[in-house]
C-alpha cells in the first residue's frame, strides 16, 4: 500500500472502472479492446458495487487525515479524486446489485434519482476515472523519487 490512500492496485482499479464506464470512448479509439471489454461486463455490476463501497471508505478515511493535505497537498489530492471517482463509477456500474440488497421502495427511489444525476456524466466520470488511475501510478512511481 503506498502512503496516504494510494496504491498501484487503486490506479489500475480506477482505470478498469473507467474504460468500464466509458466503453465506447474507449473502442472508438481502440477498436481490438472490444474483446477485452466484452469479458469484464458481465462482472462489471459486482465491481461497480465493490468500488462504490471502497471509494466510500477512502472518502471516509481522506476526511479523517486531513491534516495530511498541509504536507503532501498533491497525493491528498490524488487520494480524494480516487476515492471520489470510485465511489461515483461504483455507484453507476453497480446500481443493480446495490438495489438488490435494498428492500425500501423509497430508498431504492432515491438511488435511481442520484443515479439519473450521475448516468449524463457517465462517459466524462469514465475518462476522468482513466486519467486519475493513470495519474496515480505515475505519481506514485514517480513520488519516490522526491
Not at 3 to 18: C, D, E, F, M, P
Not at 32 to 43: D, F, L, R
Request: charged share 10%.
Amino acid at each position: 500500500m503506498g502512503y496516504l490512500g494510494i496504491s498501484y492496485i487503486n490506479g489500475i482499479w480506477l482505470v478498469v472502472l473507467g474504460i468500464l464506464a466509458a466503453p465506447n470512448l474507449i473502442i472508438a479509439k481502440k477498436p481490438e479492446a472490444k474483446g477485452i471489454i466484452a469479458k469484464m461486463t458481465p462482472y462489471q455490476g459486482w465491481i461497480g458495487a465493490l468500488s462504490a463501497i471502497y471509494g466510500l471508505i477512502q472518502v471516509i478515511r481522506f476526511l479523517t487525515h486531513l491534516n495530511w493535505f498541509q504536507h503532501i497537498p498533491v497525493g491528498s489530492l490524488t487520494w480524494i479524486a480516487s476515492g471520489l471517482l470510485q465511489l461515483c463509477l461504483g455507484l453507476l456500474l453497480g446500481i443493480g446489485v446495490i438495489k438488490s440488497f435494498v428492500s425500501s421502495a423509497d430508498a431504492k427511489a432515491k438511488m435511481d434519482e442520484m443515479i439519473a444525476k450521475l448516468a449524463s456524466k457517465q462517459s466524462t466520470l469514465g475518462l476522468l476515472g482513466i486519467i486519475v488511475g493513470i495519474w496515480t501510478i505515475v505519481y506514485l512511481l514517480i513520488g519516490k523519487y522526491w
